[in-house]
T-cell receptor
Framework: GAGVSQSPSNKVTEKGKDVELRCDPI?????LYWYRQSLGQGLEFLIY????????KSGLPSDRFSAERTGGSVSTLTIQRTQQEDSAVYLC????????????FGQGTRLTVV | KNEVEQSPQNLTAQEGEFITINCSYS?????LHWLQQHPGGGIVSLFM???GKKKHGRLIATINIQEKHSSLHITASHPRDSAVYIC??????????FGKGTRLSVIA
C-alpha cells in the first residue's frame, strides 16, 4: 500500500475484554514496530519484528500483550483482559532493514478501556 | 541504554518567528528522526539524519555526531506549524528511542 495502515482507528472496549489491533506495513518493509503513547506520555517501544529473526518483545508491559506477524507482512497486536491503564494510542511503524533506514508511521489506533 | 532528551518541553511563538527545538542523546546512534504529531493525528516523519544537515521547505534539521546533539529549526513560523515535535534516535537496527516531545504553539 501507499503507507502504513492501522485498524481500527478508534476502539472502545470494556475492561476485561480482549482486543486486536492490526497493522498493515508498507509493502516490502521487513521491519515492523509497535509503540504505545499513553495520555501525556512519550512514545514507548513494545515489540519489534525484524525480517525472519525472532521478534524483540522486550518492551511488552505484561503477558497480557502479544503480537504476531503473519507471512512477514500484516501484524496483529493482541491485548487480553484489557485494563484501564491500557488506554493509549498504539502506533505501528515499518521500515526496510538496515541502519539508516527511515521509519514510516501509521495513524495509530486510539484504544479506550472503560 | 540510549536516552533522548528534548528541550524545550513547551514553546509558544508569534507567527513569523524563528524556532529552534533541541535534542540530545546519550549513546552513538545510526540515525536520528524528527517527527511531527498533530493533535488527534498520526505521526509524520519530517527528517531522518545520520550526519550534517537537511532542509525541506521552512524546516531545517542539523546533527552534530561528536556532541550527540540535533536541532530542528522552523523559519517564518506559521500557526499551522503548531504540533508536537518528537526527536527519536536508534542504534543500528534497534527500535527508536523517543524524546518526550516539544509542544509548539504558533500564535497569529
Amino acid at each position: 500500500g501507499a503507507g502504513v495502515s492501522q485498524s481500527p482507528s478508534n476502539k472502545v472496549t470494556e475492561k476485561g475484554k480482549d482486543v486486536e489491533l492490526r497493522c498493515d506495513p508498507i509493502s516490502g518493509h521487513t521491519a515492523l514496530y509497535w509503540y504505545r503513547q499513553s495520555l501525556g506520555q512519550g512514545l514507548e517501544f513494545l515489540i519489534y519484528f525484524q525480517g525472519n529473526s525472532a521478534p524483540d518483545k522486550s518492551g511488552l508491559p505484561s503477558d497480557r500483550f502479544s503480537a504476531e506477524r503473519t507471512g512477514g507482512s500484516v501484524s496483529t497486536l493482541t491485548i487480553q483482559r484489557t485494563q484501564q491503564e491500557d488506554s493509549a494510542v498504539y502506533l505501528c511503524a515499518s521500515s526496510l532493514l538496515g541502519q539508516n533506514t527511515e521509519a514510516f508511521f501509521g495513524q495509530g489506533t486510539r484504544l479506550t478501556v472503560v | 541504554k540510549n536516552e533522548v532528551e528534548q528541550s524545550p518541553q513547551n514553546l509558544t511563538a508569534q507567527e513569523g518567528e524563528f524556532i529552534t527545538i533541541n535534542c540530545s542523546y546519550s549513546v552513538g546512534i545510526s540515525a536520528l528522526h524528527w517527527l511531527q504529531q498533530h493533535p488527534g493525528g498520526g505521526i509524520v516523519s519530517l527528517f531522518m539524519l545520520s550526519s550534517g544537515k537537511k532542509k525541506h521547505g521552512r524546516l531545517i534539521a542539523t546533527i552534530n555526531i561528536q556532541e550527540k546533539h540535533s536541532s530542528l529549526h522552523i523559519t517564518a513560523s506559521h500557526p499551522r506549524d503548531s504540533a508536537v515535535y518528537i526527536c527519536a534516535a536508534r542504534e543500528g537496527n534497534t527500535p527508536l528511542v523517543f524524546g518526550k516531545g516539544t509542544r509548539l504553539s504558533v500564535i497569529a
